[in-house]
């Protein structure tokens, strides 16, 4: 995440999206994550994985991602092209995987504030969403100070890569 | 300035030790040394693997990593089949000492084959790892890439949990299981109740508890979204590890102090207890079972690591002995180990299964995650002894699986329908 400003449209769902509509059994058995992400919410919005696109924001309710470890679920929404989420709160196993995939979540209270389709500017590291469709600005729980740098790195492979690579 | 050691919950000490601190807080960013990781052939060497062999780092301990396979087992679909390929090639490349394939469920063959004991903290590559908590660990579910920082450091960060404690008082009446317990309280706090928590489960009904029942327990604080669920160690955990591989327990180091803080605790009645139902498509759904009473079942299910350990399979049989299932009803079984079936098989409690006219399958997930002869078929009505019923989860989209103990799953395999198990007893 070098430069953590994201712009894009709003995907805007509520409570409880799980990671079996995230990564259905069949795109979670599949070993090309790259196929397997065209069945990414399929049993919620058939026309999600079609539709969306490369800079798309993904607003969900409370408890996003609850279910399974399987980390196909934030792989899946990044994978679309999905540059963030902002959700009221998260699933633990979910928040971590999709923080180590360098994608931001981002925890905000008036999620409900914003529309499917809304265009929004998205800070991570600020933690600021401006909703340019109503002018509005939200504003996000900090990400965890403890995680800076592994976010600032672009997630935890590249993280662990320039670990490896001062140690050595 | 001198820090003194104040009253500890069971997990903030595992946590402390882990981390190298003489005491931690809720709320603590703490970076702990892994006793023991586990992972399965999904999230295992066919993700974990692979990225790192891309990062090209070493596995830190040998000897501290356990690979299972359950999730594609036993199933002649050419992505399963190579799936077992990989995760089999994987660990042979890596000498890895601790290989476990075609066993059963990661988290009922792991504690089987002595891994686990009081005090450890682990880590499993499934949301299901907080089933260790029964023994008295302190183990938590981890994603793939997660799993790699694990395999390459040994250490992982962790937030120290708040503590919500369960007690159950009494004694369940008969008909009532773990199960049970733990559904009323997916039903009463909800599916996020105990979010980034750690539940302890404590209180007479669940001190009588058997290690099979503990681990049901513990293997649903992944349904409240808690971090993890514990039951602290007693005789009963000290007995059954006696008769695994584990050495040195250690039961009475092994305790939360009687005076230390936790943030909620909530009591259940065990004996005013009915079986409990969660009706679809959300553990928390979950009400007496005379709510869902005449809800027809196409398939009645027991399986899972929730529910399908030896003392599962005697519940069910306690149900169906004499009797034969529902015309209409698939009732289908598939044992949570090999052990456990062939433990089924020796005591007759397979046999009464048998007569009762359930088909049963090869150990492994399976029907769990709609994979295999139990997958649901379109627009059926299920009822399994597992764990999640979200949509789409152990069938097509269409389907719909209400979740029971297996005294109420196998109670609707004879009537066909929704039933209060304690009638058949
Ligand atoms: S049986 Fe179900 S819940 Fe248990 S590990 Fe397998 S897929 Fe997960």
Redesign the pocket.
């Known amino acids: 995440m070098s430069d953590s400003t994201e712009i894009g449209r709003a995907w805007v769902y509520g409570d409880n999206i799980d990671t079996d509509q995230l990564a259905p059994i069949d795109s979670y058995k599949n070993m090309e994550p790259e196929e397997g992400c065209k069945l990414c919410l399929q049993p919620l919005d058939p026309d999600f994985a079609g539709a969306v696109q490369e800079g798309d924001i993904f607003v969900a309710g409370n408890n996003m991602g609850i279910g399974?470890s399987r980390e196909q679920a934030p792989l899946h929404l990044k994978l679309l092209g999905i540059r963030a989420v902002l959700a009221k709160s998260f699933a633990r196993i979910f928040y971590r995987n999709t923080l180590n995939f360098g994608l931001p979540a981002l925890v905000c209270a008036d999620v409900e504030r914003i529309n499917r389709g809304d265009e929004l500017r998205v800070d991570a590291l600020k933690g600021l969403v401006e909703n340019l469709s109503t002018g509005e600005t939200l504003k996000c729980e900090p990400l965890p100070g403890h995680l800076m740098a592994m976010i600032a790195d672009g997630g935890l492979m590249a993280h662990l890569k320039n670990k490896l690579k001062r140690e050595a | 300035m001198a820090m003194t050691t104040h009253s500890m919950t069971l997990s903030e000490k595992i946590i402390a030790r882990a981390a190298g601190l003489d005491s931690v807080a809720p709320g603590d960013i703490v970076t702990c040394a892994v006793d023991l990781a586990m992972m399965?052939d999904?999230s295992g060497p066919r993700r974990a693997g692979k990225l790192l062999d891309e990062l090209g780092a070493p596995i830190w301990d040998k000897d501290k990593l356990v690979v299972i396979t359950?999730?594609y087992t036993n199933d002649p679909d050419p992505t399963c089949v190579n799936i077992q390929t990989i995760t089999h090639a994987w660990v042979a490349a890596k000498k890895l000492p601790h290989f476990l394939p075609e066993q059963g469920?990661?988290?009922v063959v792991l504690p089987e084959n002595g891994f686990l004991k009081p005090g450890m903290f682990c880590v499993g590559g499934?949301?299901?790892s907080p089933?260790g908590g029964a023994f008295g660990a302190f183990m938590v579910g981890i994603g793939a890439t997660e799993m790699v920082g694990v395999l390459a450091t040994g250490e992982i960060w962790v937030r120290v949990p708040e503590t919500l404690r369960l007690d159950v008082t009494g004694r369940l009446s008969a008909g009532v299981a773990a199960k049970d317990v733990i559904l009323k309280l997916c039903g009463d706090i909800g599916i996020m109740g105990a979010n980034y928590m750690v539940v302890e489960y404590g209180g007479d009904a669940v001190k009588a508890m058997t290690m099979d029942e503990r681990m049901t327990l513990t293997?649903m604080a992944?349904e409240l979204g808690a971090k993890t669920g514990i039951v602290a160690p007693d005789d009963t955990t000290a007995q059954w590890l006696a008769a695994t591989a584990a050495d040195g327990v250690d039961i009475k180091t092994w305790q939360g102090d009687a005076d230390a803080r936790v943030a909620k605790t909530i009591t259940i009645d065990g004996a005013a207890l009915a079986p409990q139902v969660a009706a679809p498509s959300n553990p928390e759904n979950a009400a007496d079972v005379g709510e869902y009473a005449g809800t027809a079942v196409g398939q009645a299910y027991i399986?899972?690591?929730?529910g399908?350990k030896i003392e599962d399979l005697r519940m069910a049989a306690a149900i169906v002995k004499g009797r034969t299932r529902a015309a209409g009803t698939r009732f289908m079984v598939a044992p949570?180990s090999n052990r456990i079936r062939d433990a089924a098989i020796a005591d007759g409690t397979m046999k009464i299964l048998e007569d009762a006219g359930a088909t049963i399958l090869a150990t492994?997930?399976?029907g769990?995650?709609g994979q295999g002869p139990a997958r649901l078929d379109d627009n059926m009505t299920g009822i399994s002894s597992?764990?999640?019923n979200f949509v789409g989860r152990a069938g097509p989209n269409s389907s719909k699986l209400y979740l029971g103990s297996p005294y109420s799953v196998a109670a609707a395999a004879i009537a066909g329908e929704i039933t209060d198990p304690r009638d058949f007893l």
């Open positions: 399974s | 399965h999904s359950d999730h469920i990661c988290h499934d949301s299901h089933t293997n992944a399986g899972a690591c929730t399908a949570a492994g997930c399976g769990c995650i597992t764990n999640r």
